[in-house]
């Protein structure tokens, strides 16, 4: 594979409700890749010749058309990649109720300069008479995904895809989530997680057992299994993971089987970027932390830089110093206050103020502090 192009990267997605009563332009939120750069996914419901941006009623004949804007973050600068003439692959998906299997749009390459600079389309994908047919309670969801430009790359994330949490393909492993059971290939997370060098994940799988602790509370769960039932299970090995969300493991074991990281807003990238780092995936943990950088905004800026701040420096080190210098607007915001009132539930929270606080004083500011925190 070629080491020039980006590596693993991010996608993001977006979600129409009441799809056929919908027209316009939809924005998705700012999501970044792993080499740095911001993006807004735009979907646009009208026909070329239309000119029905805002008002469409010609559903019938009204076409989709999505395309990856490139976006300036407010907070920090993007690495100047301009200069680099690397390749790229831009995959769109359409979800209706099961990943890629609805509407895939053919992917396409394009030279990374040029994405960075313009941006990218996929125009007239098809008409909102055939999409309507396809939804799921008329909902539409919309993934783009980054990836090298191999195809052996696109080919091996579909292929292991299929195998993810797929009873069918012979699994192994079942995972124990918040009592919800996740099917697993020893051989697929071994092979991932020895490429990666990562012993905390490989600790996880030396935990397995042959039966399921967390299940074994439930009311007459050793006597209502069948001897049939019995040498079914025999077969797979049990790691209870109790303590994560269901949300954040199935990304992390979805990441590990295709490459590929969806995540849609910053309370879940927060707690990615944690069990990520506690996990010891680090190439993962770059990524979320490159999409936690361009969603960080006055409301959310506190309660991130409490939740990531003791496990990357770098990043600690710039969200300080925007605090205190938007510290009056920051401490305006609910966000602020909520995580005053809760710092003892971010390990290093006391220190992290502290740090803050000096900064402000650096800059002159300590009359600010003079202000009734909440």
């Given at each position: ?247 954040t493991f199935e990304t992390i074991l979805y990441f590990l089987y295709t490459g ?115």
């Amino acid at each position: 594979m070629n080491h020039n192009i980006p590596p693993v990267q991010i996608g993001s997605y977006i979600t129409i409700y009441d799809f056929s009563e919908q027209s316009g332009i939809f924005v998705s939120p700012i999501f970044a890749t792993s080499s740095h750069n911001s993006w807004f996914l735009r979907i646009e419901l009208s026909h070329p010749d239309a000119h029905c941006l805002t008002d469409c009623n010609c559903a019938d004949t009204c076409f989709l058309s999505v395309a990856v804007v490139p976006n300036c973050s407010p907070i920090f600068s993007l690495k100047d990649d301009i200069s680099q003439e690397k390749r790229c692959r831009i995959s769109i998906f359409f979800q209706t109720d099961d990943f890629e299997r609805d509407l895939v749009v053919v992917s396409q390459v394009i030279e990374v300069s040029k994405l960075q600079k313009f941006g990218f389309s996929f125009k007239e994908i098809c008409s909102r008479k055939e999409l309507s047919s396809r939804l799921c309670k008329d909902t539409l969801i919309t993934k783009v995904i980054f990836g090298p430009e191999d195809p052996e790359w696109l080919h091996k994330s579909k292929r292991l895809g299929y195998l993810y949490d797929n009873e069918s393909t012979a699994p192994d492993i079942i995972f124990c989530v918040q009592g919800k059971h996740i099917y697993a290939h020893s051989s697929v997370l071994k092979d991932v997680v020895s490429l990666q060098t990562n012993h905390e994940f490989q600790e996880i799988l030396r935990r397995g057992a042959d039966h399921c602790q967390s299940c074994e509370g439930q009311k007459g769960y050793n006597n209502v299994m069948t001897n049939s039932k019995q040498s079914h299970e025999r077969r797979f090995l049990y790691v209870d993971i109790p303590i994560l969300e269901i949300l954040t493991f199935e990304t992390i074991l979805y990441f590990l089987y295709t490459g590929i990281v969806c995540i849609n807003n910053v309370s879940d990238i927060l707690d990615l970027c944690t069990w990520a780092n506690e996990f010891g995936l680090d190439e993962l943990s770059e990524i979320a932390k490159s999409d936690l950088k361009f969603r960080l905004d006055n409301h959310n800026v506190f309660e991130g830089l409490l939740a990531v701040g003791p496990h990357w420096k770098d990043l600690r080190d710039e969200m300080v110093i925007y605090i205190a210098k938007k510290f009056p607007l920051v401490q305006a915001t609910p966000g602020f206050k909520g995580a005053m009132m809760n710092l003892d539930r971010y390990p290093g929270s006391r220190e992290i103020w502290s740090e803050i606080t000096d900064t402000i004083k650096k800059f002159g500011n300590a009359y600010y502090l003079s202000v009734p925190l909440i």
